[in-house]
Nanobody, 120 residues
Framework: QVQLVESGGGLVQAGGSLRLSCAASGSIFSINAMGWYRQAPGKRRELVATITTGGSTNYADSVKGRFTISRDNAKNTVYLQMNTLKPEDTAVYYC??????????????WGQGTQVTVSS
């Protein structure tokens, strides 16, 4: 069984910083892209940032210059450093991994989500 476990969410004032972590565990053969998505109340889930195994990154326009995604392939872990947070960043943040388990069927796996709340 494969699972993603996020940590690092919380309450922060506008202008502050948070660092999210997401560790993949279980019977994993390989992990391709990893990423972070978020969903605010009443809104659709949206992409925040993704990173490939080789380190190529992609960001939503709304977070460019403020958020940084990184990964440690040896630890099957992805991070999201969030700086200069704004109230509109408030959402549940979900980790995603495009991976191949030892069962051999490639699939997209989601974490349970971590709440980020930015107060004004």
């Amino acid at each position: 069984q494969v699972q993603l476990v996020e940590s690092g969410g919380g309450l922060v004032q506008a202008g502050g910083s948070l660092r999210l972590s997401c560790a993949a565990s279980g019977s994993i053969f390989s992990i391709n892209a990893m990423g972070w998505y978020r969903q605010a109340p009443g809104k659709r889930r949206e992409l925040v940032a993704t990173i490939t195994t080789g380190g190529s990154t992609n960001y939503a326009d709304s977070v460019k210059g403020r958020f940084t995604i990184s990964r440690d392939n040896a630890k099957n872990t992805v991070y999201l450093q969030m700086n200069t947070l704004k109230p509109e960043d408030t959402a549940v943040y979900y980790c995603n991994a495009d991976l191949i388990p030892f069962t051999g069927v490639r699939r997209s796996t989601w974490g349970q989500g971590t709440q980020v709340t930015v107060s004004s």
